[in-house]
């Protein structure tokens, strides 16, 4: 059963490399965005607020188009990057790393908003009466003690990123060995005549990895928890 | 040490609070939704004023006319929550290094080991906070935030979640460090005890002004009315010295100018003065001196006071003989009745008689 072939033992390589560039790529704005949305008022904080959240709520195949548009060859976004970066998305693993992050970036922000949105405003007060600046005070107070949140969302965009589909076959097709994730290569394996064997395996495999992936968020979020 | 006019308003309250002092020790009070707190967010930065102008030790912190607005970390003010808001991540020796890692090295003036000793906290520096009682909460509290070396240390209701003798031993611990750190303290409170015992100058703020200032045991009683409901006892403290201890019946006698004081406690006697507290509540006046009474303390002195209006309540100052202040709260029908003037002769009875727990 598990005797993989090279182009399942590909799609694997390849879908933990895009879930993983996009777990690190979306972490980092995903805990400013979320903070901000937490502990800031300001004109346009619903705006950013929907902004945020709408591929969550978009046909995947929209975002993946509204990629396409922004980010191909001849997008805006996609020429400025390609022709001042060398950076190209288009029918790249890149791209699909950029469509699994946009995709994965609102399901990041909810738990950590909500553990910014517990930790007691006063602790910041505090570390600033002590003299650390807005910087200091939030490496040093609220990301901390905001961990076990920032752990559950960095597994579920990691997750989502492994899983998603729609909007990465929109964007960069499904190019074995480039663009073929896990779930792009079982939609492939499920229209060859007699690839249900192949799908069945690469299904195994994708839940094995997500279950991992939670394991580790639990024993991570323990941890953390247990510190406090 | 603090001079401030500092006007602030949001969208249900205005607040507009102008004073100087150089108290070591200012006790600021007030009905709840007075502003205390507020106030104190001003001070620390915490909150930006609308226009006005702060000072903390000749520097200016706040100067809205010329633009300056210090942020709360270069204002070097510690601030003593009521819930300590210890870093729950950190341990104690965490919390209390805190400040110091912030502070530029040659303004470091506390050391370390002296505040560790003087807070009493050396045997809980590897301790987490989860683990602390309220009473140790609130001392690593006081020391993460002496650690910072500030120019002020403000403490807003420091007292207000701990029980009695706890909190007599951080009104002990907060004497200590004026003591030995010289750092000017405005203490927020709601307790007439705590601002009497500790304070030089009593603040009385409230709708967001100060509506009196002055020494704590004449300002607390003829602010009294804007001070909730009869709540916010008046209390006094006497100095006595031990007579003797009376073991047949379990009571202390103690010698005071004015007369006796009986004391439900053993005190060995000792050279050195002792003091004792006494709720106004707990204090009758007699225009002679009275026989058939089951009180047993009985002390002379002269009306100096009398604050009386609408409210049943009465507040009348006493200046006990060798000089004490005291004040009783009496009703209005009893003064009247009595007939009880500034400068009369009088006798206090006081029926309960509580031991300040602050040694010498």
């Keep these: 059963m598990f005797d993989l072939s090279p182009q399942e033992i590909t799609a694997i390589g390849l879908s933990v490399k895009v879930a993983s560039v996009a777990t690190l790529a979306a972490l980092p704005p995903a805990i400013i965005v979320a903070y901000a949305l937490a502990r800031w008022r300001f004109p346009g904080h619903a705006a950013l607020n929907a902004a945020v959240h709408l591929p969550l709520v978009l046909p995947p195949v929209v975002t993946g188009f509204a990629l396409l548009l922004l980010f191909g060859r001849h997008g805006p976004a996609g020429a400025f990057l390609a022709e001042h970066f060398g950076l190209i998305f288009a029918f790249r693993w890149t791209g699909a790393a950029l469509a699994a992050t946009v995709m994965s970036f609102p399901l990041m922000i909810r738990p950590i908003r909500l553990s910014f949105e517990n930790v007691d405003r006063r602790l910041g007060d505090a570390a600033r009466s002590l003299g650390a600046n807005r910087l200091w005070s939030f490496l040093l107070i609220a990301l901390p003690l905001a961990a076990p949140g920032v752990i559950v969302g960095a597994i579920l965009g990691f997750a989502k990123a492994l899983g998603e589909f729609g909007a990465t076959i929109t964007f960069v097709s499904n190019i074995p060995g480039e663009t073929q994730t896990i779930p792009a290569a079982i939609y492939s394996f499920i229209q060859t005549p007699n690839g249900d064997p192949e799908a069945l395996r690469l299904a195994f495999i994708s839940a094995a990895i997500a279950i991992v992936a939670l394991l580790i968020s639990e024993a991570l979020q323990r941890r953390a928890g247990a510190r406090l | ?360």
């Design chain 2, 1 to 360: 040490m603090i001079a401030l006019d500092l006007r602030y308003a949001c969208a249900n309250f205005q607040l507009s609070a102008k004073f100087a002092s150089d108290a070591r020790i200012i006790g600021l009070v007030g009905p709840s939704g007075a502003g205390k707190t507020t106030l104190a967010l001003l001070i620390a930065g915490l909150l930006r004023p609308n226009a006005g102008r702060l000072a903390a030790n000749g520097v200016t912190l706040v100067d809205t006319d010329k633009g300056i607005f210090l942020p709360p970390e270069k204002r070097r003010i510690g601030f003593v929550f009521q819930d300590a808001m210890l870093f729950p991540h950190l341990s104690a020796r965490q919390n209390i290094l805190f400040g110091r890692w912030f502070t530029p090295k040659p303004e470091r003036r506390v050391p370390f080991e002296q505040v560790v000793e003087t807070v009493g906290v050396g045997h809980l520096l590897q301790r987490r906070p989860s683990t602390l009682s309220g009473g140790e909460k609130q001392r690593v509290g006081l020391a993460r935030a002496l650690l910072s070396s500030p120019r002020l240390l403000l403490m807003d209701e420091p007292m207000a979640s701990l029980d009695f003798s706890r909190r007599q031993e951080i009104m002990d611990l907060i004497e200590r460090l004026r003591d030995a750190f010289a750092i000017p303290m405005l203490i927020i409170s709601h307790a007439a005890d705590e601002v009497v015992r500790l304070a030089d100058e009593a603040i009385v703020l409230d709708h967001g002004r100060v509506v009196a200032r002055g020494a704590p045991l004449e300002t607390i009683p003829s602010a009294s009315r804007v001070l909730e409901g009869g709540r916010f006892m008046v209390a006094n403290a006497l100095k006595a010295s031990v007579a003797s201890y009376d073991a047949r019946y379990g009571l202390t006698r103690l010698a005071h100018p004015a007369g006796e004081i009986v004391l439900v406690a053993q005190i060995e006697p000792d050279a050195r003065p002792i003091r004792v507290q006494v709720k106004a509540t707990d204090v009758a006046i007699g225009k002679s001196y009275p026989v058939d009474t089951s009180v047993r303390t009985i002390l002379r002195g002269m009306i100096v006071n009398i604050d009386a209006n609408d409210s049943p309540l009465a507040f009348v100052a006493l200046e006990l003989v060798g000089g004490d202040r005291l004040t009783a709260a009496i009703t209005r029908l009893a003064l009247d009745e009595l007939k009880l003037h500034k400068g009369d002769d009088v006798f206090a009875l006081v029926k309960s008689v509580a031991l300040d727990e602050r040694g010498q």
